[in-house]
Structures are given as structure tokens and as C-alpha cells.
């Protein structure tokens, strides 16, 4: 669910994020048009509304964890994690853990595989848990984050992301939880 279908229709911290990403054409590769985020974090009232949105959706929801899908879901994880009162989890690539047993959950790309890691004992079962990441295109990602974090019995209340691709526009769930996402794509006018 986009948070303009949410209560959020007008607001224009919603605007002030979308004008903040840039968008990158072609790239990684031909077609792909690129939402960068690093310019959002570079505009600090923009960055500080991404906050705001988020820490104001989940304040009193007696969430215990974030966990922050690598890389860009760190930029946004701790700080809503420290203004809610929450601890932040890191959900890495793997073999980016340092010391100590993980748990890895395996998921399919558009071309390949890949895998989200944790440390084992990070998050006890029953801990309530918000997944953060900054795009969610088709879920791949999230899911295998959600699986995961329900392997250990940590209790998923949402996934939330900065943007959300038109594949997603109209999901209000994703693996059975619910999904809370910011703007859409920026487009280029007359581009691609």
C-alpha cells in the first residue's frame, strides 16, 4: 500500500522525497531506469521526512526490531530503530557477518540467485519486526527476508520501503504481510 492511499494524499513530504531521487537511466544495464537514493540522503530535510513517515507509522506499534535488507535498507533501519525505541538487525549478503553462526535463507533474481544472512540468536522468537529496504520491485527480496526472519519465529508486522515499482502498484501484502511503501518510480520526461 502506497502511504498516499494511507492518509497521506497530499502531503507534500511525499513530493519533497520523490523530487529527492534521482533517477539514473540505463543503469546497471540498457532499460533499467535507476532509482538513486544517495541524493535523498544528500537532501537532509527530505531524508529527515523519509524518517518522519516511518517512525510516525510504527511509533505505537510495540515493534521490537528492524531488520534492514543490505545495503540501502542500513541507511534508513537504525535511525527509525533508534526513534522508536528498537534494536536494528542487519540482514546481509553473504559471507558479511563476522564471527558467530547465521541463518541464511536462499531466493531467486531475474537473473540468478542470491541469499540474506543473520546471526543466529539476533532476534528471539516472538520479537515484532518491521523489514526496511529503500525499492521493492518484485519482492523477491523482502520474501526471502520475511521467510527468514520466520524461521527464527520472529513475528513480521510489515515491510516498508522508500519506493515501490509499478509491478507492486495495487499489492497490499506481500507473502502474507502487509506492505507500506512511500512514492513511486521517478520517471525522466522524453527518456527511454
Known sequence: MFAAENGL???PRLQAISDAIRVVPHFPKQGIMFQDITTLL???KAFQHTIDIFVDRYRDMDISV???????????????????????????????????????????????TDCLEMHVGA????????????????????????????RVGAEVV??????????????????????????EPREIDGCC
Open 9 to 11: 494524499k497530499g502531503d
Open 42 to 44: 544528500l537532501d537532509h
Open 66 to 112: 528492524i531488520a534492514g535488507v543490505e545495503a540501502r535498507g542500513f541507511m534508513f533501519g537504525p535511525s527509525i530503530a533508534l526513534a522508536i525505541g528498537a534494536k536494528f538487525v542487519p540482514l546481509r549478503k553473504p559471507k558479511k557477518l563476522p564471527g558467530g553462526e547465521v541463518i541464511a535463507e536462499a531466493y531467486e533474481l531475474e537473473y540468478g
Open 123 to 150: 532476534i528471539p522468537p516472538g520479537e515484532r519486526v518491521i523489514v526496511i529496504d529503500d525499492l521493492v520491485a518484485t519482492g523477491g527480496t523482502l520474501s526471502a527476508a520475511i521467510r527468514l526472519l520466520e
Open 158 to 183: 510489515e515491510c516498508a520501503c522508500v519506493i515501490g515499482l509499478r509491478e507492486v502498484k495495487g499489492q497490499r501484502r506481500l507473502n502474507g504481510k502487509p506492505l507500506y511503501i512511500l512514492v
